[in-house]
């Protein structure tokens, strides 16, 4: 398996965890590298973290919402609107 694929994986069980003990969570992809990753992911690229994260919007865990300044922040699915 690719290292990418590895990492993104990585990046997917540490944003579930996150979610889990933080559920009303929300924030930006730049946000989420910064505050929810560990200090190891937080060099990892925005388009994985990205792939990471669409790939839990995909899965019903993470819902995104885009702002009508175009930013996207993604939060817990469980999270109230």
Do not use: F, K, N
């Not at 069980?13 to 009303?24: E, K, Q, S, T």
């Not at 388009?47 to 819902?63: F, H, I, K, N």
């Amino acid at each position: 398996m690719p290292r990418d694929v590895d990492d993104a994986a990585h990046i997917v069980v540490v944003i579930r965890r996150y979610i889990h003990a933080h559920p009303d969570a929300a924030d930006t992809i730049d946000g989420i590298r910064r505050w929810w990753l560990l200090p190891v992911l937080q060099d990892e690229s925005r388009e994985l973290v990205a792939d990471a994260l669409e790939s839990l919007v995909q899965e019903g865990v993470m819902r995104q919402v885009t702002q009508e300044d175009g930013r996207v922040i993604y939060s817990s699915a469980r999270r109230p609107a």
